[in-house]
């Protein structure tokens, strides 16, 4: 087996166990300090991590620039955003729903490259978009059944948990547009560019998320510390996540590893009935695999 295969199959089971355990702090803690677990223990990891790469590539530290730091900013910004939605997505619907909303990332990279970034796409990325916009359909509320496909949009504008949904697609989207643009802005090897820019992002995810936490609810971070166990799991899966992510596109094409890297929706599934208990109807695992077939499809484009 190619290194690549088994990293990227590493990489999504680790993701999928880390949106587990951040379900689970979720029903402890507010959202934002969930989202800041996924960050606080996986900051000395990261930097650890960047260290390493520059010594085994024998590179220099990175020159940063206004660029880097702007775009890594603001990707670092919608990430946290991302996160908070998703986890209160999570707090709405279950597990795998939850996932799959996340999920149209893709579809909303697509859509936003093709609106902003001068990247036009072909015709089975309209067709990919398209299953997408029926997967969440289907998996928005059911509306007045006699209102046909209006009434099912209409439940789909007015839906809390749709909101979330859609919200934490758009701004996983703007973070990984933004991530891409803070990592080429950096001219040195690809693979300590990338270890650079999570670095960076994870630092300033801390400090922003500390400083509000601080100002604002300081009881909720002593709560944090209180299930450290819990906290540290969910830093250390996602640097895990996030180290073969990094590793396996550096090997292989980025859209062979996303694409493979789906296989994370059925860990998910697997954690939904087995940990959680869910249970799901037949309208939305259609809505599930219509956005994961979705995703596929955009990713070859």
């Known amino acids: 087996m190619s290194a690549w295969i088994g990293l990227t199959l590493f990489a999504a089971l ?5 949106t587990g355990m951040q379900k689970q702090l979720s029903t402890r803690t507010s959202a934002m300090t969930t989202t800041l677990a996924r960050y606080f223990y996986t900051l000395p990891l990261a930097w650890l991590y960047l260290s390493a790469v520059l010594h085994i590539r024998s ?26 939605f998703m986890v209160k997505l999570f707090q709405q619907r279950n597990f795998a729903v939850g996932i799959s909303y996340a999920k149209s990332e893709a579809i909303m990279v697509a859509l936003l490259g093709a609106l902003f970034f001068a990247e036009p796409l072909t015709l089975l990325g309209w067709l990919s978009v398209g299953a997408g916009a029926i997967g969440i359909l289907l998996l928005s509320p059911r509306g007045d059944a006699s209102g046909g496909m209006a009434s099912r ?63 604002r609810t300081p009881a909720e971070l002593r709560h ?34 996303k694409t493979l890297g789906q296989v994370e929706f059925f860990f998910t599934l697997i954690i939904a009935l087995r940990i959680f208990k869910e249970s799901f109807s037949l309208r939305e695992y259609l809505g599930m695999a219509a956005i994961i077939v979705s995703v596929v499809g955009v990713l070859n484009v």
């Open 224 to 257: 944090m510390f209180s299930h450290w166990p819990l906290v540290l799991g969910v830093g250390i899966t996602s640097m895990c996540g996030s180290i073969g992510w990094f590793t396996a596109m550096t090997l292989e094409n980025p859209a062979l590893v």
């Open 153 to 215: 949009i209409a439940a789909l504008l007015t839906s809390k948990s749709a909101a979330y949904g859609l919200a934490t697609g758009v701004c996983f989207a703007l973070s990984s547009l933004w991530l891409r643009q803070a990592s080429l802005s950096l001219e040195t090897d690809k693979v300590a560019s990338a270890a650079m820019t999570l670095a960076t992002m994870i630092s300033i995810q801390c400090v922003l998320i500390v400083s509000y936490q601080a100002a």
């Open 14 to 18: 680790m993701q999928a166990a880390r």
């Open 59 to 84: 590179v220099d530290f990175p020159q940063v620039q206004a660029t880097f730091l702007t775009f890594a900013a603001m990707s670092a910004v919608a990430q946290i955003l991302a996160t908070v």
